[in-house]
C-alpha cells in the first residue's frame, strides 16, 4: 500500500503562486509515474501534470509555462509549482501514484484546495 499526504493549498490572489507538496509513504517501489490531478466545482478531474520515474514530465495545455512538476526521491515527495494562479485554477488538487504495474490499482490522496480569488 501507499499512502498520498498533499499540502500547500490555500488562498491566493490572482497572479500568485503556490506550492503543492505530496509525501508518499509505504511501499513506494512499487510506484511508477506520479501526478497531479485537479477537480473544479462542478466539473470532471483532469490531468495537470506527471513526472516519471527517470524525471520525465507531461504538463497539461492549461497549465504549461505556469505550473511545474517536480520530485524529490531523498524524500519521497512530488511537488507542483504554480505561478501566475488565475481563478480558472481553483479547485480541488489530488496527488496520483501510478502503481498498476506492481499492485495493480492507483493511489490518490485526499486532496488540497485551492482557491485564486476573483
Known amino acids: 500500500q501507499v499512502q498520498l499526504v498533499e499540502s500547500g493549498g490555500g488562498l491566493v490572489q490572482p497572479g500568485g503562486s503556490l506550492r503543492l507538496s505530496c509525501a508518499a509513504s509505504?511501499?513506494?517501489?512499487?510506484?511508477?509515474?506520479m501526478g497531479w490531478y485537479r477537480q473544479a466545482p462542478g466539473k470532471s478531474r483532469e490531468l495537470v501534470a506527471t513526472?516519471?520515474?527517470?524525471?520525465?514530465?507531461k504538463h497539461a495545455d492549461s497549465v504549461k509555462g505556469r505550473f511545474t512538476i517536480s520530485r524529490d526521491d531523498a524524500t519521497n515527495t512530488v511537488y507542483l509549482q504554480m505561478n501566475s494562479l488565475q481563478a480558472e485554477d481553483t479547485a480541488v488538487y489530488s496527488c496520483?501514484?501510478?502503481?498498476?504495474?506492481?499492485?495493480?490499482?492507483?493511489?490518490w490522496g485526499k486532496g488540497t484546495l485551492v482557491i485564486v480569488l476573483s
Open positions: 496520483n501514484a501510478d502503481s498498476r504495474r506492481v499492485f495493480g490499482v492507483e493511489f
Open positions: 509505504g511501499s513506494i517501489f512499487g510506484i511508477d509515474d
Open positions: 513526472i516519471s520515474t527517470n524525471g520525465s514530465t
